[in-house]
């Protein structure tokens, strides 16, 4: 009942930045967690940054400081400020969000993006 999409992924240079938004449609009465992980060819997802329903959040160890995560409430929408961007940025970015499927906020259900190319090069 809910579907994510993701935006503004591309290729971008070395150095350069972009960002990435997420809207999350359907039955949601509430987002508990949402935020990013990561593919990078022939490597495991890993985890880019998450933001809770408390504000805060979490980033992988490998962006931290470069890249950073927000969201808009009304729009049920995180973003991604990425930074400095390099080559090893390069993957396939999901958005992901664990989201309340009642107003008591009794239930929750994880759902992924169906991810976004970003891709780091000269």
């Known amino acids: 009942q809910v579907q994510l999409v993701e935006s503004g992924g591309g290729l971008v240079q070395p150095g350069g930045s972009l960002r990435l938004s997420c809207a999350a449609s359907g039955s949601v009465f509430g987002i508990y967690r949402m935020g990013w992980y990561r593919q990078p060819p022939g490597k495991q997802r890993e985890l880019v940054a998450n933001?809770?329903?408390?504000?805060?959040?979490t980033y992988g160890d490998s962006v931290r400081g470069r890249f950073t995560i927000s969201r808009d409430n009304a729009k049920n929408t995180v973003y991604l400020q990425m930074n400095i961007l390099d080559a090893e940025d390069t993957a396939v970015y999901y958005c992901?969000?664990?989201?309340?499927?009642?107003?008591?906020?009794?239930?929750?259900?994880?759902?992924w993006g169906q991810g976004t190319q970003v891709t780091v090069s000269s």
């Open positions: 992901n969000a664990d989201v309340y499927t009642s107003w008591v906020r009794t239930r929750r259900k994880e759902y």
């Open positions: 933001i809770f329903d408390d504000e805060g959040t």
